[in-house]
C-alpha cells in the first residue's frame, strides 16, 4: 500500500469537517443546516475517538453499532446516519477514501419478508406501492417477535399474533385495521404453508365489519378552494410551487402523488396536453393544458424551481433540491393553507380537492362514466362513492321529489 494511502487511515476524519461544510455552503445549503451537520458529525467522531477508532476504515466498519449506542431516539440515529452518508460521499467525490454509505443491517428475518414480497409480486401481481406497504407492515410484525426475544417462527402463537395486533392497531380506525389484518393473515398463510409455522393461526384475526361507502367523502365549496388559495403568497419561491400544485389538484382532481410524480416531459406545450402516467388503477390520463394551470407551472419553472437535473416538476427548496419523498410532505403542505383560510372540514388533506372537483362536475350535472374517466377510475361502481356528494339531488330526495331523481 502506498505511504500516502497508510497515512491517510491514521488522520482524524475531524480535519475533513470543514471542507466538507464548504463543499455543502456552495451547493447552497443554509448556515443553520451546515452548524446541524457539524454538530452531528462531531457527536459521532468524538464518540468513536473515545473508544479508540480513529481511522476511516474503523469507523465505517463500526458506523452502525454506534449510532445505536450514541442515541436512543431511532429519529435521531436516522438523522446522523443520513449526514454520515453524505460526509463519506464528499469524501469519496475528492477521491479521501472510498468509503460507502452505510446501511442498517438486516435482520435475520430480512430475507423472509423479501421472498414473500416477491411471491405477492409474482403470484397476486400486485402494484410496487402496496408490496412497500405489505413489506413495512411485515417489518414491524418481525421487530415485535424480536423484541419479544422470540427467535424461532416455530413457536409461535396466537396469544404473541394477538398482542401484536392490539398494541399496533390502537390509534386507526376499522378500515385501516381490516387492511393490516388482511396483510398478516396472508403472511400466517404463507409462513404455513411453506413449513414454517406449525399451523395455520390466521384465523384468530377476525376483520371489523366494513360497510361499503360508509364513509361521506370529505370536499369543500368553490368559494373556498378560491379562499384555500387566496392564502398563498406568491412573492416566495415557496408560495409559487405550493399554488401550482395545489391548483392542479383542484383543477384536474389529481391525487397527490400524482403532483409529485410529475415531470417536464409530462407537459406538451405545444399541444397544450398534460399526461398523468402510472395512475393508481394502472392507467394513463390526458388532460387539456388549462391556461391559469400552465401560467402558475411557468411561472414556477421560470422564477421558483432551482437548477437541478432531475425531471421532476416540483423539487424540494432547500438543497439538494430533489422532488417530495412522501405524500404526507404535501399533505402537511396542504392543511397549512386550509388552516389559514379558516376552513374547517374532517382530516383536510390532498384528496380533499378531488372530493371537491368530483362535486363540482356532479352539480354541473356531468354523467357519472364522464366523472370516472375524468377521474382516472378503472371501475365506474369506484366511483359510486361520490353520488353521496350530489348535494342538489339530495334536496330534491328531502323535498320529497324522488320519482324525478330516480327517474
Known amino acids: 500500500m502506498p505511504k500516502h494511502d497508510s497515512h491517510r487511515r491514521r488522520i482524524s476524519l475531524r480535519v475533513y469537517i470543514d471542507g466538507y461544510l464548504k463543499d455543502l455552503a ?3 445549503y443554509a448556515k443553520r443546516t451546515q452548524r446541524h451537520y457539524r454538530a452531528d458529525l462531531l457527536r459521532l467522531i468524538e464518540y468513536a475517538e473515545c473508544h479508540g477508532i480513529h481511522s476511516a476504515k474503523q469507523f465505517l466498519a463500526c458506523a452502525h453499532d454506534l449510532l445505536s449506542r450514541v442515541s436512543a431516539r431511532r429519529c ?99 378500515k385501516s385495521i381490516s387492511a393490516h389484518i388482511s396483510i398478516l393473515r396472508c403472511l400466517l398463510t404463507y409462513l404455513y404453508r411453506n413449513g414454517v409455522i406449525r399451523r395455520d393461526i390466521s384465523g384468530v384475526l377476525i376483520r371489523p365489519r366494513i360497510y361499503k361507502n360508509e364513509a361521506c367523502p370529505r370536499f369543500i365549496s368553490t368559494s373556498q378552494i378560491k379562499a384555500v388559495l387566496s392564502q398563498i403568497g406568491q412573492t416566495t419561491i415557496i408560495g ?90 404535501m399533505g402537511c403542505m396542504v392543511r ?44 365506474p361502481d369506484t366511483t359510486q362513492m361520490y353520488l353521496k356528494i350530489s348535494l342538489e339531488d339530495l334536496r330534491e330526495v328531502a323535498c320529497g321529489v324522488v320519482e324525478e331523481v330516480i327517474l
Open 26 to 28: 456552495s451547493r447552497g
Open 76 to 174: 435521531t440515529r436516522g438523522r446522523i446516519r443520513s449526514t454520515v452518508n453524505q460526509f463519506f460521499e464528499y469524501l469519496a467525490r475528492h477521491n479521501i477514501t472510498a468509503i460507502t454509505r452505510t446501511k442498517v443491517p438486516k435482520t435475520k428475518y430480512a430475507q423472509l419478508v423479501d421472498e414473500y414480497i416477491q411471491f405477492q409480486i409474482g403470484h397476486r401481481g400486485i402494484c410496487r406501492e402496496y408490496a412497500k406497504a405489505i413489506k413495512r407492515y411485515c417489518i414491524c410484525f418481525f421487530s415485535y417477535l424480536q423484541s419479544r426475544d422470540i427467535r424461532r417462527l416455530s413457536a409461535l402463537t396466537p396469544d404473541v399474533v394477538l398482542d401484536f395486533f392490539t398494541e399496533n392497531n390502537k390509534k386507526y380506525k376499522r
Open 240 to 329: 409559487i410551487r405550493d399554488y401550482a400544485m395545489i391548483l392542479l389538484l383542484a383543477t384536474y382532481g389529481l391525487r397527490g402523488i400524482e403532483v409529485i410524480r410529475l415531470c417536464l416531459d409530462d407537459v406538451d406545450w405545444r399541444r397544450r396536453i398534460i399526461h398523468i402516467k402510472g395512475r393508481k388503477g394502472g392507467n394513463n390520463s390526458d388532460y387539456p393544458l388549462s391556461s391559469f394551470v400552465g401560467d402558475a407551472i411557468i411561472e414556477y419553472l421560470q422564477k421558483a424551481r432551482p437548477q437541478s437535473d432531475d425531471r421532476h416538476i416540483f423539487l424540494s427548496t432547500k438543497p439538494p433540491h430533489r422532488p417530495f419523498p412522501y405524500i404526507s410532505s
Open 336 to 379: 397549512k393553507y386550509i388552516k389559514k383560510a379558516r376552513i374547517e372540514i374532517t382530516r383536510p388533506g390532498t384528496h380533499t380537492f378531488r372530493y371537491s372537483c368530483a362535486q363540482t362536475l356532479l352539480n354541473q350535472k356531468t354523467p357519472l362514466k364522464v366523472i370516472s374517466d375524468y377521474l382516472g377510475h378503472m371501475q
